[in-house]
């Protein structure tokens, strides 16, 4: 139901941009999110978008270098990454929410992408 891509290897300051389609059913009116998850850390909150992309929201250490966007119609989402650092490198996985609002809690989101992997080299 979610296919995320666009991860890979990247040295440090440079940039990326991960695409994430929902089936038709499963995002069309919900907001959507990214995740990350570093080895032997917990996945953790990247940022969200409202379900018509009028609201984002972003954790605190991406904010400023990454942007998410949406195109309605396709029921894609996107997560520019830019200025990457090698601390960004993890497992990103998209998710649908719930809700049709943006929210940085994981249990709120319903559906999860299978990840992609982002490595940034220094």
């Known amino acids: 139901q979610l296919q995320a891509s666009g991860g890979g290897l990247v040295q440090a300051g440079g940039s990326l941009r991960l695409s994430c389609t929902a089936s038709r059913r499963t995002g069309s009116n919900n907001a959507m999110g990214w995740f990350r998850q570093a080895p032997g850390k917990e996945r953790e909150f990247v940022g969200s978008i409202s379900w018509n992309g009028g609201s984002t929201i972003y954790a605190d250490n991406v904010r400023g270098r990454f942007t998410i966007s949406r195109e309605y119609a396709k029921s894609t989402v996107y997560l520019q990454m830019n200025s990457l650092k090698p601390e960004d490198t993890a497992v990103y996985y998209c998710?649908?929410?719930?809700?049709?609002?943006?929210?940085?809690?994981?249990?709120?989101?319903?559906?999860w992408g299978q990840g992609t992997q982002v490595t940034v080299s220094s």
């Open positions: 998710a649908v929410s719930r809700s049709s609002f943006s929210g940085r809690d994981l249990a709120s989101y319903a559906y």
